[in-house]
């Protein structure tokens, strides 16, 4: 590429070479960093992925292990409710507290044994199962006896509401339990308490467990803490969720978790799925996290474990400086060999800019000289097979251009004819020649569905061959082995490219040169009312551009022959409601029964156009044993 000026001697003199060089510095140097930079960054974010998914897998080993731990928790204090309500001392006090009068001496020392051998079983082989123990009456969730005495005489909502199931043993976190723990999440264990000669369990026992007893088991789920002496070092965090909003967290040092609202924590998002979930995200305290979490249903309740970004991902930082150095280097020896490699490589690069330039202006003659023998010739005798191939693909662009917008504007003007047409029968007439006719098709027709919607009938056909088929009523069942049947039943357009060789194709004698055929539906409002039909002399006659224009020709059919079909039906209505005002107002006022009849008469053969017209009453009507109508001077009829 050259830059041409007239100097005083009147030449033309070249462009200086370092200037050359310096722009192809300036145009291969980003393509070579550039690709270097996002292998950079690609392996730096591969390595990233990598330590996320060793990570990941060990969070999610670590929540699956805890949950088992849960379950575990659980299932302890479940045995130890099974020992409880077979002691038979419990069960029969509780039998007592049932059946005696409360404030009752036998009441009061049925109460105190109740509560004693509740206490007795807060604990196992010296270690606390229970904070506290209570038992409650399923009727009407009144608490008998409890370690907690404040609770004894309450009605405990979790029996009321249903929270808790009276037939089997089972655990489950409650929040906000008006009783047990109205801002705290306590752990609710219980089962059915069967009492001497009870068909049914009357009691439910109940353990809780609140307070330090959840401080402890929060501690026990901590994976991510060390002990180092005295100290606690913290690599992550291990946290329940409670839905909708609760956050239960235990901070390092503390003996009882801590409550919080977060309802925009992504671990309520995933409530819907019971598998174990890792998204990177900010922490409670703002800081970037990777969490795992997953959600146990039964308790509504999800176990979260958090670690720290800035911990998982420490050792990516020694990638910064490598990929730096690499970068540098690569830069240094790509600027050398550009600088050193221009001044040979841009000279005969010129005429293929001049190539490049005319081919843009549309200057498709234009050929770069071919007579090297090197890769530039061959490079330039591309070029010149390129030009042949886009002057043709160009003028064979806007031949189809061409064609297709004389299509559209064809279709169009047969649109806006169909839609000026009011009448009927003259707009699917109309149709149907002004498409044989603009697009040269062999034969075009119109069916309509009748009013069982199982036949499509023949309503417009083009030429003396259309007219003798709807002379003939030419029809097509629903779903009948033709093209007609089954677009109507389906729905959807269709083309047979060989009519010959299309199973469903009805052979027409009247019709002998059909080579292929096209049909779509018209449809209103979603609802199938008829097919547009087109028949061609030549075989693959139908591209899918010409089915889509064809189906926005049928959309607009559809819609011109439902406006035609509501004026008729408005025009016909009008007629109606004319012919009761007429009737009505000559029959006003007239109290001659003959009169009235002639009168109804008359009116009735102007407007159905009857040769007669005859009225009668039936016998008794008048009085008498009959009477016949008047009859008009235009015949006798019966209506």
């Not at 503390?254 to 995200?281: C, I, K, M, W």
């Not at 176990?303 to 970068?327: D, K």
């Not at 299509?407 to 839609?419: F, K, L, M, W």
């Given at each position: 590429m050259f830059r041409r000026r007239s100097d005083s001697a009147g030449g033309p003199t070249p462009r200086a070479r370092e200037s050359l060089g310096r722009k192809l510095a300036l145009v291969i140097l980003p393509i070579v960093l550039?690709?270097?930079?996002?292998?950079?960054?690609?392996?730096?974010?591969?390595?990233?992925?990598?330590l996320q998914g060793q990570i990941q897998g060990e969070m999610v080993s670590a929540t699956e292990t805890q949950i088992q731990s849960l379950e575990e928790w659980a299932r302890e204090r479940e045995q130890q409710l099974v020992l409880a309500y077979q002691s038979s001392v419990l069960t029969e006090q509780v039998d007592t507290l049932l059946r005696?009068?409360?404030?009752?001496?036998?009441?009061?020392?049925?109460?105190?044994?109740?509560?004693?051998?509740?206490?007795?079983?807060?604990?196992?082989?010296?270690?606390?199962?229970?904070?506290?123990?209570?038992?409650?009456?399923?009727?009407?969730?009144?608490?008998?006896?409890?370690?907690?005495t404040s609770w004894q005489g309450q009605g405990l909502t979790l029996l009321a509401s249903g929270a808790i199931s009276t037939t089997a043993i089972g655990t489950l976190p409650v929040y906000g339990d008006a009783i047990l723990?109205?801002?705290?999440?306590?752990?609710?264990?219980?089962?059915?308490?069967?009492?001497?000669?009870?068909?049914?369990?009357?009691?439910?026992?109940?353990?809780?467990?609140?307070?330090?007893?959840?401080?402890?088991?929060?501690?026990?789920?901590?994976?991510?803490?060390?002990?180092?002496?005295?100290?606690?070092?913290?690599t992550g965090n291990t946290y329940?969720?409670?839905?909708?909003?609760?956050?239960?967290?235990?901070?390092?040092?503390?003996?009882?978790?801590?409550?919080?609202?977060?309802?925009?924590?992504?671990?309520?998002?995933?409530?819907?799925?019971?598998?174990?979930?890792?998204?990177?995200?900010?922490?409670?305290?703002?800081?970037?996290?990777?969490g795992t979490f997953q959600w146990l249903p039964e308790w509504?309740?999800?176990?979260?474990?958090?670690?720290?970004?800035?911990?998982?991902?420490?050792?990516?930082?020694?990638?910064?400086?490598?990929?730096?150095?690499?970068?540098?280097?690569?830069?240094?020896?790509t600027v050398l060999v550009v600088i050193v490699a221009t001044n040979r490589l841009l000279r005969p690069l010129g005429p293929l800019t001049e190539f490049a330039g005319r081919i843009s202006r549309g200057d498709w003659e234009y050929r770069v000289p071919a007579d090297r023998l090197d890769e530039l010739g061959v490079l330039?005798?591309?070029?010149?097979?390129?030009?042949?191939?886009?002057?043709?693909?160009?003028?064979?662009?806007?031949?189809?251009?061409?064609?297709?917008?004389?299509?559209?504007?064809?279709?169009?003007?047969?649109?806006?004819?169909?839609?000026?047409?009011?009448?009927?029968?003259?707009?699917?007439?109309?149709?149907?020649?002004?498409?044989?006719?603009?697009?040269?098709?062999?034969?075009?027709?119109?069916?309509?569905?009748?009013?069982?919607?199982?036949?499509?009938?023949?309503?417009?056909?083009?030429?003396?061959?259309?007219?003798?088929?709807?002379?003939?009523?030419?029809?097509?069942?629903?779903?009948?082995?033709?093209?007609i049947g089954w677009v109507t039943s389906n729905k959807e357009p269709r083309v047979a490219s060989d009519v010959s060789r299309d199973p469903i194709h009805f052979k027409s004698e009247l019709l002998p040169g059909t080579r292929s055929e096209a049909a779509v539906p018209l449809q209103v409002a979603g609802r199938v009312v008829g097919a547009l039909d087109v028949q061609s002399l030549e075989p693959n006659a139908f591209t899918p551009e010409d089915l889509a224009l064809l189906q926005t020709l049928a959309d607009q059919l559809s819609a011109a022959i439902q406006n035609a079909r509501l004026a008729q039906t408005s025009a016909l209505a009008a007629d109606r409601a004319r012919l009761i005002t007429e009737a009505t107002t000559k029959m006003t006022g007239v109290?001659?029964?003959?009169?009235?009849?002639?009168?109804?008469?008359?009116?009735?053969?102007r407007a159905l156009g009857q040769p007669e017209i005859i009225v009668r009453l039936a016998e008794g009507a008048d009085g008498g044993s009959g009477a016949g109508a008047p009859e008009s001077e235009n015949g006798e009829g019966e209506a």
């Open positions: 550039i690709p270097l930079v996002l292998l950079g960054v690609l392996a730096y974010f591969r390595s990233r992925a990598i005696q009068r409360p404030g009752s001496a036998s009441y009061a020392g049925a109460l105190e044994e109740a509560r004693a051998a509740l206490a007795s079983f807060r604990s196992r082989s010296g270690q606390t199962v229970f904070s506290d123990m209570m038992v409650a009456r399923i009727s009407d969730g009144v608490v008998l006896a409890a370690t907690e723990g109205p801002d705290s999440v306590v752990v609710v264990t219980s089962a059915p308490l069967r009492t001497p000669g009870s068909e049914t369990p009357p009691a439910m026992l109940i353990g809780v467990n609140r307070g330090l007893r959840i401080g402890q088991l929060m501690t026990s789920l901590q994976v991510f803490w060390q002990q180092r002496g005295v100290f606690i070092v913290e329940l969720a409670f839905a909708p909003d609760i956050i239960l967290r235990l901070t390092r040092y503390a003996t009882e978790p801590e409550l919080l609202n977060r309802s925009g924590h992504p671990v309520f998002a995933a409530q819907a799925s019971d598998l174990a979930t890792s998204r990177e995200y900010n922490s409670l305290d703002d800081v970037p996290v990777l509504q309740m999800a176990v979260v474990n958090e670690v720290p970004q800035e911990l998982i991902y420490a050792g990516l930082s020694t990638l910064a400086p490598f990929t730096a150095a690499l970068i540098g280097a690569a830069a240094f020896f330039g005798r591309a070029f010149n097979r390129m030009a042949d191939d886009l002057s043709g693909m160009y003028r064979s662009l806007e031949a189809r251009v061409e064609e297709r917008t004389r299509q559209v504007r064809t279709a169009s003007e047969v649109a806006r004819a169909v839609i000026s047409t009011p009448n009927l029968e003259d707009l699917m007439r109309r149709a149907v020649d002004l498409i044989r006719e603009r697009f040269g098709y062999y034969h075009a027709a119109i069916f309509l569905l009748d009013e069982t919607g199982e036949t499509a009938v023949l309503r417009a056909a083009t030429g003396e061959v259309g007219a003798a088929l709807i002379a003939r009523g030419h029809k097509l069942s629903v779903g009948s082995n033709s093209i109290l001659d029964m003959n009169r009235v009849l002639m009168t109804a008469a008359e009116v009735l053969h």
